[in-house]
Every structure is written in C-alpha cells, then in structure tokens.
C-alpha cells in the first residue's frame, strides 16, 4: 500500500497493490495490520456503509459531534470528487478542505479522521460509495455544515447546480455549527 499525505497531512489518500492481469485483478481493501502499519491508523472499524448515487448528487458535508467517525472510503463503480472539512477549533489546518477524486478505475481509497466533515459529489453516471466506519451511525449527533459555506470554499466541480437531500440544503454555516474542540 502506498500512502500519501494531502494538503491536510492528517487526511491520507490510500493506494493499494493491485495485481491485474488479462482475468482482471485482485487487491486487498482492507487489512488491519498493513493499515496500522503503513498508515498509522489503528482505529477499530464496526459498521460498513454502502451508498449509490446519481451524476450531480452532492452529500455532505457530514460528521457526528458525539460518536464521531472516522471514515475509510473507496469507490466500486463510478467516481466522486470526495472532501475532507478540518472542523476541530484547535487545529492548525481549521476551516481548511482537502479534495481527491476516487473512482473505480484508480481504486484509491481515502482515511478521514474523526475532527472532519466529509462530503462528496458524483461525477460519473453513477457511483458507488463503500465506506468503513469507526464508530456507529447515530442520527440524533449527525451534523451537517452548508455545502457552498463561503467561509470554506470549496470549489466544487459543478457543471450545473447539485441534487441536494433536504438536510444538505439546511447545512449549517461553519461560524454556527457545532464543532470539534
């Protein structure tokens, strides 16, 4: 596995080793052990999500201020254009975003740690999202932070505007939401 820091060093982008031949390919999407030790990333996972979403479709920006997840997410079929939202007051990196694109094709996978807001946009026909969490979904402490937050800036890949769930359309502000310490 090949791991490379992004412009917020605690966000890692996740290569691993694909062996493909005229069968198609084999790789591993997850070991706990290659994880810690490449990574660093010890965290137990307990809960598996799988989501599937159409061209335009933007989720986010999510994250839970109790029980908060960290996220391991790769895509199966399509492709996003996936963001991290440093949320933690004390960080130096605060307010700060990070984007990478994960598809199928590059078979890439992202780490977010627990601190960010994560969202993402498809910008294929289709996609499908799996993501390991580290702790489990709890509605009642999801929050969301406004996708097109001004104060954040995320340029977003948009040819049009995005198809947005009726709790993305009432994120929060970054200056009124409930953050990290």
Do not use: C
């Amino acid at each position: 596995m090949n791991v490379i820091r992004t412009a917020i060093p605690d966000v890692l982008l996740l290569e691993p080793r694909v062996f493909g031949d005229e069968r198609g390919f084999f790789f591993e999407s997850y070991n706990q052990r290659t994880l810690a030790e490449k990574a660093g990333i010890a965290a137990p996972f307990v809960q598996d999500n799988h989501s599937r979403s159409a061209r335009g479709v933007l989720r986010g920006l999510h994250y839970q201020i109790e029980q908060p997840q960290g996220k391991l997410v790769r895509v199966i079929a399509g492709a996003i254009f996936d963001v991290a939202v440093d949320i933690r007051r004390s960080s130096s990196t605060f307010g700060k975003w990070v984007s990478v694109e994960l598809s199928a094709a590059n078979k890439q996978m992202a780490w977010i740690p627990i601190g960010f807001a994560h969202g993402f946009l498809t910008l294929s026909d289709h996609a499908e999202v799996l993501y390991k969490t580290t702790d489990f979904w709890a509605p009642e402490h999801e929050r969301t932070i406004a996708w097109d937050d001004p104060a954040i800036g995320v340029v977003w890949p948009l040819a049009s505007p995005p198809t947005l769930s009726d709790k993305d359309r009432r994120g929060a502000r970054l200056g009124n939401a409930v953050l990290f310490p």
